[in-house]
Structures are given as C-alpha cells and as structure tokens.
C-alpha cells in the first residue's frame, strides 16, 4: 500500500511517500505567504515523481493542514512526528524533540503511543524563529552562526525572550564580544530552553531524538544534549518526520 503524507509547517512544508513501511519520496520547499498554494506545488512535485494524491491515500499534518485540498485526512503533527520517528529510530520508546519555526514540541513516545507531549507555542524563545532572528542580528544565516558556535565559549544569554535576548546580543556585539562567543550563547540558551522543557516529560533510559528542521545542525544537537545531561540522536531525513509519519498513516486509508 502507498501513502502520501503532507507536513505544512510555519516556515517548511513537506511531502514524503512510503510503501509498505518503506520511504520512496521526500520533498521540502519553504511554506511562504500562502500554505494553499505551497500545498498545490507540493502536488505538482508529486505528480511528477508518479504519486498523484488522486490515485493514493494523503494525510496532511502542520499547522496548514487543513488547506490541502487533495487530503483525505488531517492528522495533528504530535500523532504524525511520533509515527515518523518512531519509523526512522526503529524504537517504540522515546523522547522525541521537534524545533519547529514557531513552536518546539517535545513528545513521549512509549510502546509505540504517544503517552504525552509538551509544546511551546506561547513564545518563539528555543524555536526556529529565535535562532534566525539572533542570526540576523550577527549579520548571519542561522547554519553559519551554530557552525561558528562550535568555536566560540557562551558569553552569556540569560533572557528566554526573544525581544531581551536580542537586546543582550546588541549589548555584547557594542563591548566587542567576539562573535563566535555570542553565537556559542545563541545555541547555549536554546540548548538550556529546550533542556527545561523536555525535563518535565523525560525518563531515565529512554533515548532521545531530534527532528525538525535543524536535525542536521551537529553542534545544536551536542550542546541540547549536553543540556539535557544524554546524548540526542538524529538523521537527515528526520526534517521529514512529519510528513513521513502522515504518509505512513496514510497507508491504512481506503484507496482515494
């Protein structure tokens, strides 16, 4: 059985396609001003890889789920990562973390369920978004500046929010900071964000995964889990996650 799974976040969507379990397709390109349309270019992508949503079953999960009109179904991301995670770890217990442009979403998967999950959609602090408006502050895209991370020692952010933390970068780059050191305290204070939150759901032994879009960020990945005091695991593929987890949903719809 085929399935196609369709993940329209806040600043990427995403289409995958698997077979039986196996993943045959995956596609990314930035959400935009309008989910509809990006949706529909989505389509377009998969109709060209021979995965017409007519002929297949489609999920789609995201924020802008409920504009893709050639879905059958609209699952909620926490169902949907949880699923994709689980299928690209190969473990039915797990602690899942997912850094989203507008929201981080930490979420407990045990025998295969999610048990609970925690989601940060209040303030943008340890989110996508924080990271690329620090990174514009420096004069950086965010890849370049957790790149540089790696070389600096954190200079000290102590405000979570977003507006502060800018200020406190301000302040830093006037007394002439070196600006490895205010990147390695970007990723200090998103590491310690996400730390928090996760320690609220976490338990002993159970591994630790990141997807999202910044799963291939290595030094994101070694200061999260030095934070939260264990290693935390990742792969490329885990961006698609989301949209992996709603085309393997999709596999156990009725033909379209």
């Not at 789920?65 to 609209?74: D, E, I, L, T």
């Not at 989203?100 to 025998?111: A, M, N, P, S, Y």
């Amino acid at each position: 059985m085929t399935g196609i799974g369709i993940d329209i976040g806040s600043s990427c969507a995403k289409a995958a396609v698997t077979e039986d379990g196996a993943i045959l397709f995956w596609e990314q390109m930035p959400t935009g001003w309008s989910s509809k349309d990006t949706a529909e270019a989505l389509r377009q992508k998969l109709c060209a890889a021979g995965f017409d949503p007519v002929q297949h079953p489609c999920i789609a999960t995201g924020y802008g789920r409920v504009v893709v009109p050639y879905a059958q179904k609209a699952v909620t991301e926490i169902t949907c990562h949880a699923k994709g995670a689980q299928a690209l770890f190969g473990r039915e217990d797990l602690d899942i973390v997912d850094i989203g442009g507008q929201d981080t979403k930490v979420i407990c998967l045990r025998g295969g369920s999610v048990k609970d999950f925690l989601m940060n959609d209040k303030c943008s602090a340890g989110t996508g978004r924080f990271l690329e408006v620090m990174a514009n502050t420096l004069g950086m895209d965010p890849a370049s500046m957790i790149a540089l991370a790696a070389k600096g020692n954190d200079a000290g952010i102590s405000s979570m929010c977003t507006v502060f933390a800018e200020s406190e970068v301000i302040s830093l780059i006037g007394k002439g900071e070196p600006k490895e050191n205010i990147a390695c305290a970007v990723v200090a204070s998103i590491a310690r964000k996400i730390a928090s939150q996760a320690s609220r759901l976490r338990e002993a032994g159970v591994p630790a995964v990141l997807t999202g879009g910044l799963c291939e960020a290595s030094y994101l990945q070694k200061a999260l889990g030095e934070a939260m005091g264990a290693p935390i695991a990742s792969c490329p593929q885990a961006r698609y996650a989301g949209a992996i987890g709603a085309a393997l949903l999709a596999e156990k719809l009725p033909k379209a």
